[in-house]
C-alpha cells in the first residue's frame, strides 16, 4: 500500500532509540512493589534484550535483578547506545550530565515532576535541556513510559521485543503504531489490545516532548515500513505547521486516527496536572484533523477499532452497506446506525435479489438488511451470499451478523442427545480455509471489507480464528457500522486528494 | 426501592406465560441441525421443567427428545397450561384451532411468516386472531422466540429456569427484565451479558404482538417483584396513550432504558420485514421517551451497560463527577466525554484537597481528576480516598481508574525473581472485604456510586469479584461516564416528578 525506504527509517535518528545496542538503567532496584523501575528492568529483560548489555546504574546495589550495578555511568567499559532514566526529578540533571561526559547521545526520562509540576518543575526542565544541548543529546520526555517495538531487531529476534514500560502485558506484533502524551494509552491497552485483536509494531510514550515530539515521532513514523497505521493520543501539539506538513503526507498513505484529549474545563486543567500542556480549543483540533484528513474520536474504545480497521489495508470504494443478519432487530438497528452515520443501505437490484434468492430460506425476505431468520446452510451464509453482493457492485461493504462457533453448537446438540454428522466433525482452521478464504480473495480483489459479528464474544475459538488471520470480527453490532464510516470517510479524503485514487 | 405488591403480579394473566405447570410444543424434533423448535424444546427441558409435563405435539414422531410425543393435543389427558408453537406458518391456524377446542388459554407463536410477510400473510394474522377470540385464548408472537425467566418457580427451583429460545446460553439470575420485538436482543446476547455482568430476571421476544403487545408485558413487570430495571427494544408502539401512561407508572419507581431501531429508510423498511411495523418519526419517539422519562440509546451495548447501572438501584442526587486514576491520559479523556455530557468535573475544595493530601504520592497534583501517577497503596486507593471525596459532599458519584488484579502482578514479580510479602497472599474475595465492603457501604447509605475500571478485562479474577457482588466494573474508560450520565438524567427526572424527592 505505501512506498516505504526502509533506508531512511534505519537512517533516522529515532531508529536507535527504538533498536537501541546497548541500556544504562538509572533508578530500577530489586523492589517490585515499590520501585516502577524495577518493572521496567524486568520488562526490557524478559523482552529478550542481551543481558550482558543493559547496564544498571545504582549507588548503593550491586546486584539488579541479575545484573551486575554499576555505581556511575563513567564506569562503564562501553558508551551505552541510551540512556534510560526512572530517577527522582531532582536527580535527573546530574545523571543526564554524567552520561553527557561519558559520550550517551540518546536518553528516555521517565521520571515525572518537570513544567506539570509549576515553576520549579519548570526550571528542571530548562536545566535538562541546557545540558542535552552542551552534550548533544536528543531525549524522550521527561514523564513517560518509555517505547515499546514489537520489531526489536526483527526478524532476527523473532521471539523478542523491547518494553521499557511498567505494564507487564506484550502485545501481538502487527502493523499499527501508537504515539501517546499518555503512557496509558501506549500501555495499560495492551489488555484489550489482545483481547480484540488489535496488534502493535511500535508504542511510544511522548510525555511533555521537551526534546523530542510529536512531530518527530511521526516523521520516523512515515517512512518506517513496519507500520501501516498510526494511532495518536493528543494533549498539545507544539509545532502547529509542521505537524499539519507531515500529516497530511502521512495519510495521503497511510491513515491516521487520533484522540485529542483537551478541549473542556476539566480536562484541561487535568492536561495541565499531566504533561503540563496548554490544551487548546476543540474547534482548533477539529479543524486540523479535518484538513490533514485525521480520523478523530473521544473513545478509547474507537480509537482501537478504528486502528484495527485501518491495519487490514483494504480501503473501499463508497459508503454504501449491505448487511447480512439472521436476526431482524440487529439489522435495523446497524441500518438506523448506518443512515444516522451518512452512510447508504441501498435496496438491492431486481437482479441482485434473484441471484440471492437460491441462497436464501424461504420464509426470509429479500432485502438489504438481508434477514435470513434462521439458516443453518453456513457455506451460503459465510461464501455464496457474500460473493453475490460484492460482485453485484451494489455495495462497498458488508456486516454479517452470525457468525457463531459452530462446534460450541454441535457440542450442545450431543450433550442434549442429538445426532449430529461426522461431515461437521471439521476442525476450526479447516472451516476457516471452507468458508473465510475464498471470500478473503474477493474482498482484497475488489477492495470490499466483510466485518463479521460473532455474538458468543472473543474468547469463542471460532471468532479467535478471524482475530489470529486479520480477519474484523466484533462481539456486538455497534462498532462495525462505526468502524465502516470511518474508512469510508478515509477513502473519500483520498479520492479529494487525487480524484483518480482507485485503492 | 419500589413498592411492589406480589400478589397483583401473582395474578397476572401473563404470569402463567412465564410459570406454566405444563407445556405443549408443536413442531420440535430430533434433528437439531436444521430444525430451530428441537433446540428450544432442549432449552425447555435443560432448564429444568418436569418432564412429565412437555407434551411434544407431532403428526410423525413417536419419541422427541426421550420424551413420548403426541398425534394432536385432543389425545392429551390434560389441558396444558401452555401451546409453544413452532410450526410453519399455515400449519398455525389449524393446531390453535385444535388448542382452542382441548381448552387452552394460553400460546406462545413462534413461526414467523404473518404479516412482515405481505397480504398472504396478514390474512392468516386474521385467521388466528379470530381463532384466538373465538376460544378465548391469550397469545404471544407471532415471530418471537418466547420467553425466558429466571426465576420461574423460584425459589423453590433455584437451579431452574423456562428458556424456550432456542439460544443455548443462559444469563445469570438478576433483576433486569427485557422485553423486545427482536428475539436477538431478547436472547443472543446472553453471551455478552454474562461477560459484563448484566443479570437477567424475564427476557420477553414480543414479535408481531399480535394479541399481547408491549403494553401488556410492561404492565407485567411494573408489579413484578423481581424486576427492577426495564429494557425495552421497539420496532413499533401499537398503543401509544396506553405505552406512555403506563412508562409513566412505571419510571416513578423503576427505570427503563430503551432502543428505537426505527426512524431512518433502511430501518424502517428492515422493521417492515421483521416484524412487519411500520416504524414511526425518531423525533416522537423522542418526545415519548422524554415525557416518561425513559432513557433511550441506539447502542446495544450502552442499552445492557445502562441495565447494569441500574440494576444496583443506586440513584445519585446530582451530576457532580469525581475522577481517581493513576493515569493522566485516562483522566482527561474521562473529564472531557463528562463535560460533553453535561456533567461536571468540579475542582475540590481546598479542605477536601488537604484530606486527600496524606493518601497521595507526593509527585501527585491533588485536583480532579485526581492523578495517583504511580500508587502501590491500595487501601488509600480504594477505601480512603473515596471514602474522603464521599465526605465532602463536593461529588455525587466516582469513577475509579486502576483496579488492577494484584495477584497477577504479584505473580509477574516472583516469576522475576522479586521478592513480595506474605500479607499480600490475600485471597480475593478477602481482598474485597478489605477494599470494597467499607466503601460500599457508604456508596449505598450516600447513594454516591463508585464505578471501576480494570483494564486487565472481564476476565481477570479481581474483576470478576466485582461482578459477582453486582459492583459497577468496567474495562476501559469510554462506558462509566456515560452510565453516570444517565444515571444523573434519571434522577433529575425523579426530582422534577417528586421536588422531595431524595433517593
Redesign the interface.
Given at each position: 500500500m505505501t512506498e516505504i525506504n526502509r533506508d531512511i527509517s534505519k537512517n533516522h535518528f529515532l531508529y536507535h532509540f527504538l533498536n537501541p545496542e546497548s541500556i544504562a538503567v538509572f533508578g530500577a532496584s530489586?523492589?517490585?512493589?515499590?520501585n516502577?523501575g524495577?518493572m521496567m528492568l524486568?520488562n526490557i529483560?524478559?523482552g529478550g534484550f542481551p543481558k550482558e548489555r543493559i547496564y544498571p546504574i545504582h549507588p548503593k546495589l550491586e546486584n539488579i535483578?541479575?545484573l551486575k550495578a554499576h555505581k556511575s555511568i563513567l564506569d562503564l567499559s562501553e558508551v551505552p547506545d541510551l540512556a534510560f532514566i526512572i530517577l527522582r526529578?531532582y536527580n535527573v540533571p546530574k545523571v543526564l550530565e554524567e552520561c553527557g561526559e561519558k559520550g550517551v547521545k540518546r536518553a528516555i526520562i521517565v521520571s515525572?515532576?518537570f513544567r506539570?509540576?509549576g515553576s520549579d518543575g519548570i526550571q528542571l526542565s530548562n536545566k535538562i535541556l541546557n545540558i542535552a544541548r552542551k552534550y548533544d543529546i536528543r531525549f524522550i520526555g521527561p514523564n513517560c513510559l518509555g517505547v515499546y517495538n514489537a520489531f526489536y531487531n526483527y526478524p532476527e529476534f523473532e521471539d523478542k521485543c523491547l518494553n521499557t514500560m511498567?505494564i507487564?502485558?506484550t502485545p501481538e506484533r502487527g502493523n499499527i503504531s501508537i504515539i501517546?502524551?499518555?503512557?496509558?494509552?501506549a500501555s495499560?491497552?495492551f489488555?484489550?489490545c489482545n483481547?480484540i485483536g488489535v496488534k502493535i509494531g511500535k508504542s511510544l510514550s511522548a510525555g511533555n516532548e521537551e526534546n523530542i515530539d510529536l512531530v518527530d515521532f511521526l516523521d520516523y513514523l512515515k517512512d518506517d515500513p513496519e507500520t501501516d497505521v498510526i494511532g495518536l493520543?493528543i494533549?498539545e501539539i507544539k509545532r502547529g505547521k509542521e505537524f499539519i506538513d507531515i500529516a497530511k503526507k502521512i495519510t495521503s498513505v497511510k491513515p491516521i486516527v487520533a484522540?485529542y484529549?483537551?478541549?473542556?474545563?476539566?480536562?484541561s486543567?487535568?492536561?495541565m496536572?499531566?504533561?503540563g500542556s496548554i490544551a487548546g480549543d476543540n474547534k482548533i483540533f477539529e479543524a486540523v484533523f479535518k484538513e490533514t484528513g485525521i480520523i478523530s474520536t473521544?473513545?478509547?474504545?474507537?480509537f482501537f477499532y478504528y486502528l484495527r480497521t485501518f491495519s487490514t489495508n483494504i480501503i473501499p470504494n463508497g459508503n454504501r452497506l449491505g448487511?447480512i443478519t439472521d436476526?431482524?432487530?440487529?439489522?435495523?438497528?446497524m441500518?438506523?446506525?448506518?443512515?444516522?452515520l451518512g452512510l447508504i443501505?441501498?435496496?438491492f437490484s431486481d437482479e441482485l435479489k434473484s441471484k440471492l434468492k437460491p441462497y436464501v430460506p424461504p420464509?426470509a425476505?429479500i432485502?438489504?438488511?438481508l434477514?435470513l431468520?434462521?439458516q443453518?446452510n453456513q457455506y451460503n451464509l459465510y461464501v455464496k451470499i457474500p460473493k453475490a453482493m460484492i460482485n453485484s457492485g451494489e455495495i462497498d461493504a458488508i456486516i454479517m451478523?452470525a457468525a457463531f462457533g459452530f462446534k460450541e453448537?454441535l457440542e450442545?446438540?450431543k450433550i442434549?442427545?442429538?445426532?449430529?454428522?461426522e461431515e461437521?466433525e471439521v476442525p476450526n482452521h479447516m472451516l476457516k480455509g471452507l468458508y473465510l478464504k475464498p471470500i478473503q480473495r474477493l474482498v482484497k480483489k475488489k477492495e470490499v471489507p466483510v466485518f463479521y459479528i460473532g455474538?458468543?464474544?472473543y474468547?469463542n475459538p471460532w471468532v479467535q480464528e478471524f482475530i489470529k488471520s486479520n480477519i474484523p470480527i466484533f462481539?456486538?453490532?455497534?462498532m462495525p457500522v462505526k468502524c465502516f464510516s470511518v474508512l469510508a470517510k478515509y477513502s473519500e479524503y483520498r479520492k479529494k486528494l487525487n480524484p483518480n485514487f482507485k485503492i
Open positions: 530489586n523492589s517490585f512493589l515499590d516502577m524495577a524486568r529483560i524478559f535483578q541479575g526529578p515525572g515532576g506539570e509540576f511498567w507487564y502485558e501517546a502524551h499518555s503512557g496509558t494509552v495499560h491497552v489488555w484489550y483481547r493520543y494533549e484522540i484529549a483537551g478541549g473542556t474545563e476539566a480536562a486543567r487535568s492536561i496536572g499531566h504533561t473521544d473513545s478509547i474504545k474507537e448487511i436476526s431482524g432487530g440487529c439489522g435495523a438497528m441500518a438506523k446506525s448506518a443512515e444516522k443501505v441501498p435496496e420464509v425476505n432485502d438489504n438488511p434477514d431468520t434462521f443453518f451478523y453448537i450442545v446438540i442434549s442427545g442429538g445426532k449430529t454428522y461437521f455474538p458468543q464474544g474468547s462481539d456486538l453490532w455497534d
